[in-house]
């Protein structure tokens, strides 16, 4: 079943391409530059009836909840965020008629956020699932969803799915902009976007043995920063979730900008920062904060586009093909997944099952 590879968390990664292709087929809509998800349930009337978007999910899954929301402020100029599933229901959520909310979960049965479901039904509020286990119980207990079709996961650390994740988000986004005031021209870029995904994230794999360099280096640092800002900041969580839940070495994620606030006291030659920098509107910004690691001496990986110049101020690049904004950080993603893989390699770990984790988390 391994076909070649030497763990299932590989064999994921590498199917990424043609699971996305499965993924997005019969879902764009060239003609009215939009998204097609009728599993939603919910008409184009009730969709503009919805005034703010509210993700919830555990682990990873929250935080592309969180890159969702971005997508969803970008394109549908509408009002989203997300909150990890396992908060949530604890605080006595107030739950309101004109949120959509989405329940977004590999499994299916994890149960923080299939108690979080139940939570906002019973205060008659709508939720739909972006679920890749087809009929599992968030699957069934939602009012509608989006299936992931990512094929099954098998390494206990997630890694495709996630990147199935983000592409239904943006098909949610898309959609939720063109009922509201995304016009037909950003539509089909949007559209055209999606479409070039597969083949950006393919040639991501292609610059595999250079990002496996890279990762051996970061294999001998105990602890390392992930850093971004708004998109860039949930790529970052992302990053460093996914190195320390196989690598077992220590990284946090900061927004870039909250470095200054206290974390930067920890800057130091010891300690790498792997810095995602798109070529956004917030670029300079970001390389600000890297002059600010420089001047520490902090060594720097840098995730980002073509044309981004960083002078010395970081010693590894890693190039991410440069598509539309809003989606580039779904294909930023897929180099942190990389890293992750060798640098947990490089240590010897037992890759698809890291220690004190399990696959799907049914208790409390
Ligand atoms: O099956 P779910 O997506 O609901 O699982 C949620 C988390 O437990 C899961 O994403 C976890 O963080 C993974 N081990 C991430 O790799």
Same mark, same amino acid.
């Given at each position: 079943?391994?076909?070649?590879?030497?763990?299932?968390?590989?064999?994921?990664?590498?199917?990424?391409? +043609?699971?996305?292709?499965?993924?997005?087929?019969?879902?764009?809509?060239? @003609?009215?530059?939009?998204?097609?998800?009728?599993?939603?349930?919910?008409?184009?009337?009730?969709?503009?009836?919805?005034?703010?978007?509210?993700?919830?999910?555990?682990?990873?899954?929250?935080?592309?909840?969180?890159?969702?929301?971005?997508?969803?402020?970008?394109?549908? @100029?509408?009002?989203?965020?997300?909150?990890?599933?396992?908060?949530?229901?604890?605080?006595?959520?107030?739950?309101?008629?004109? +949120?959509?909310?989405?329940? #977004?979960? %590999?499994? &299916?049965?994890?149960?923080?956020?299939?108690?979080?479901?139940?939570?906002?039904?019973?205060?008659?509020?709508? =939720?739909?699932?972006? #679920?890749? =286990?087809? *009929?599992?119980?968030?699957?069934?207990?939602?009012? *509608?969803?989006?299936?992931?079709?990512?094929?099954?996961? $098998?390494?206990?650390?997630?890694?495709?799915?996630?990147?199935?994740?983000? =592409?239904?988000?943006?098909?949610?986004?898309?959609?939720?902009?063109?009922?509201?005031?995304?016009?037909?021209?950003?539509?089909?870029?949007?559209?055209?976007?999606?479409?070039?995904?597969?083949? %950006? $994230?393919? %040639?991501?794999?292609?610059?595999?043995?250079?990002?496996? =360099?890279?990762? !051996?280096?970061?294999?001998?640092?105990?602890?390392?920063?992930?850093?971004?800002?708004?998109?860039?900041?949930?790529?970052?969580?992302?990053?460093? %979730?996914?190195?320390?839940?196989?690598?077992?070495?220590?990284?946090?994620?900061?927004?870039?900008?909250?470095?200054?606030?206290?974390?930067?006291?920890?800057?130091?030659?010891?300690?790498?920062? #792997?810095?995602?920098?798109?070529?956004?509107?917030?670029?300079?910004?970001?390389?600000?904060?890297?002059?600010?690691?420089?001047? @520490?001496?902090?060594? #720097?990986?840098?995730?980002?586009?073509? *044309?981004?110049?960083? &002078?010395?101020?970081?010693?590894?690049?890693?190039?991410?093909?440069?598509?539309?904004?809003?989606?580039?950080?779904?294909?930023?993603?897929?180099?942190?997944?990389?890293?992750?893989?060798?640098?947990?390699?490089?240590?010897?770990?037992?890759?698809?099952?890291?220690?004190?984790?399990? !696959?799907?988390?049914?208790?409390?």
């Amino acid at each position: 079943q391994l076909e070649g590879h030497d763990t299932f968390l590989h064999k994921e990664i590498h199917e990424q391409p +043609t699971s996305l292709e499965r993924m997005l087929s019969g879902r764009l809509d060239d @003609r009215f530059a939009t998204a097609r998800l009728d599993g939603l349930g919910i008409d184009a009337r009730e969709l503009r009836g919805f005034r703010r978007v509210k993700a919830i999910g555990c682990g990873s899954s929250f935080y592309i909840g969180q890159l969702g929301a971005s997508m969803i402020e970008d394109l549908a @100029r509408i009002p989203a965020d997300a909150e990890a599933a396992s908060e949530f229901r604890y605080r006595n959520p107030i739950v309101e008629p004109d +949120t959509l909310y989405v329940a #977004v979960s %590999q499994s &299916g049965e994890t149960a923080d956020t299939l108690f979080a479901v139940r939570e906002i039904q019973r205060k008659g509020g709508c =939720v739909v699932g972006l #679920v890749n =286990v087809v *009929g599992s119980s968030i699957a069934r207990e939602c009012d *509608g969803g989006i299936y992931l079709h990512a094929g099954p996961e $098998v390494s206990v650390a997630s890694t495709k799915v996630l990147t199935h994740m983000g =592409v239904g988000f943006a098909l949610l986004a898309l959609l939720l902009g063109r009922v509201h005031d995304l016009s037909y021209a950003d539509g089909a870029r949007i559209v055209a976007g999606l479409r070039a995904l597969p083949g %950006q $994230v393919q %040639q991501m794999l292609d610059s595999e043995d250079e990002i496996a =360099v890279v990762a !051996k280096g970061l294999a001998q640092s105990p602890s390392s920063f992930f850093i971004g800002r708004v998109r860039g900041y949930a790529v970052a969580r992302e990053g460093a %979730q996914k190195l320390k839940e196989i690598s077992y070495q220590h990284a946090e994620a900061y927004q870039a900008s909250e470095l200054k606030h206290g974390p930067l006291a920890l800057i130091s030659p010891q300690m790498p920062t #792997v810095a995602i920098v798109p070529d956004d509107e917030l670029v300079e910004r970001n390389l600000g904060a890297l002059h600010e690691i420089a001047a @520490r001496s902090g060594p #720097v990986i840098a995730v980002t586009h073509p *044309g981004v110049e960083f &002078g010395d101020l970081a010693a590894e690049r890693i190039v991410v093909p440069h598509g539309e904004v809003e989606l580039d950080p779904i294909v930023l993603t897929i180099p942190l997944q990389l890293l992750a893989y060798h640098a947990a390699a490089a240590l010897g770990r037992d890759i698809d099952r890291p220690r004190n984790l399990a !696959k799907s988390v049914t208790v409390e």
